[in-house]
């Protein structure tokens, strides 16, 4: 979730909600800020991993957008800003890419086409081949610093020197991203998308990317549910868990890697608080946010809901070595079931290495599986990967997830303020 301050999010849990929206454009040293007294309809998409995209019908009844000469708004700088009262939350930035002026009986109206920066990022091609040395010692979190421009003890790639350079924000990183040195398996070859090179490393990895509304890359390893805790079990860091009998208010992150003991710990309740378990910690996570139809002004209610069961796909990943000596595996229950593997061949050292590889793999198709959506009224801070909960009384039941596609609705008429956003990536991975 984006930083929203109390009052925001009281405020959009409210039956009586007053909409607050800002479209802010950048170009050529002026800056230009519409609210809702021009802004007539907005649709603003996110969808993981990286498409981001907007469409902004403006009132230019007043010819405003042809009396003001600087006012050709293609390649502007844009941020939506969604809000309730006077509180505003900032999306990721994006570019206006295109323009069109409208005319029909008695309107005169002004769309505007914003794509996000890694859209654009994912069209930035490599000006020239690279291959990584043998005997690189460049882990898998430099070359996404390079990648992203940022270049560190003068490693850099050429090949996309010439593009906006981003900053890296690292909010949590797993056991693969810091030690697993890729070396001669990682190239770049003329014409390859320099996001799909960042998306390449992260794949082997747990870790995901989203773009902030500060502008900054920020990858993390997001929350899940976990799995059945298991005694004396070698847990890594960022590793998740739920308790024999679990409170899915609740998940439990691996704070300190270690082996579990022989007697399940006594599972804390209060987000924030840990637990040591044998050699390891515990750390209990609520989820980010949560979406409740029970009519109160303290939940934020939805419209409607449906849940998906759907079998994790691929669900059985083996990592080797190009000479088969390391070798790795990892396994989902769904397996047993439909089985469908994937190889991924990557020039790893150890056998322990392909095994975290693979298990990191595995937690990404897990995420990315289709586990429904719901339709509610707009939560301003509500970001991709954000770990939800949905609680229907109707159905007597809840849903936990992350959230893969957000699309927020904004029209003065008919009036509109509402949002759906999809848990688990639609669409991905299907036979």
Excluded at 284 to 300: G, I, K, L, M, W
Aim: proline fraction near 3%.
């Amino acid at each position: 979730m984006r930083t929203a301050d109390t009052a925001l999010i009281t405020a959009q849990k409210s039956y009586t909600i007053t909409p607050n929206i800002q479209l802010q454009l950048i170009k050529a040293g002026n800056t230009m800020t519409y609210g809702e007294d021009r802004i007539l309809d907005l649709r603003h998409f996110e969808r993981a991993p990286n498409d981001y995209y907007a469409i902004c019908t403006l009132n230019n009844s007043d010819k405003h957008f042809e009396t003001n000469p600087y006012l050709n708004l293609y390649g502007a700088n844009a941020e939506i800003s969604w809000g309730v009262g006077t509180a505003l939350s900032a999306a990721a930035p994006l570019k206006v890419i295109e323009q069109h002026f409208n005319s029909s009986p008695g309107r005169l109206t002004v769309d505007v086409v914003m794509s996000g920066l890694l859209n654009i990022m994912d069209r930035e091609e490599a000006t020239e081949d690279y291959q990584e040395p043998t005997a690189s010692t460049v882990t898998v979190k430099d070359q996404i610093i390079a990648l992203a421009m940022g270049g560190t003890a003068g490693y850099k790639f050429d090949a996309y020197n010439s593009y906006l350079a981003f900053t890296v924000a690292w909010d949590s990183e797993d056991e693969v991203i810091d030690s697993f040195i890729p070396g001669d398996s990682f190239t770049i070859y003329q014409g390859e998308s320099r996001y799909r090179k960042i998306k390449e490393l992260l794949d082997l990895t747990s870790c995901v990317m989203r773009l902030g509304g500060d502008g900054q890359l920020h990858v993390f390893v997001p929350r899940i549910s976990g799995d059945t805790w298991q005694a004396s079990y070698a847990y890594v860091l960022h590793d998740y868990v739920q308790s024999a009998l679990p409170d899915y208010n609740f998940t439990y992150e691996c704070t300190q890697a270690g082996f579990s003991g022989v007697a399940e710990p006594t599972w804390p309740t209060t987000d924030g608080q840990t637990v040591n378990d044998g050699t390891a910690i515990w750390t209990c996570r609520a989820f980010d946010y949560e979406y409740n139809n029970t009519a109160s002004t303290a939940n934020h209610a939805f419209y409607a809901k449906s849940r998906v069961q759907r079998v994790v796909m691929p669900n059985y990943i083996v990592v080797q070595s190009p000479d088969g000596v390391y070798a790795g595996t990892a396994a989902h229950s769904d397996s047993a079931l439909i089985r469908l593997d994937h190889y991924e061949i990557v020039d790893v050292a150890s056998t322990a290495m392909a095994s975290s590889i693979a298990t990191a793999m595995l937690l990404q198709g897990k995420r990315q599986t289709d586990q429904g959506n719901i339709i509610a009224p707009i939560n301003c801070g509500q970001e991709l990967y954000d770990y939800v909960k949905v609680t229907d009384s109707r159905e007597a039941d809840f849903k936990i997830g992350h959230v893969a596609y957000v699309e927020r609705h904004y029209s003065n008429n008919p009036v509109d303020w509402s949002m759906e956003i999809q848990l688990g990536e639609v669409g991905l991975r299907r036979v």
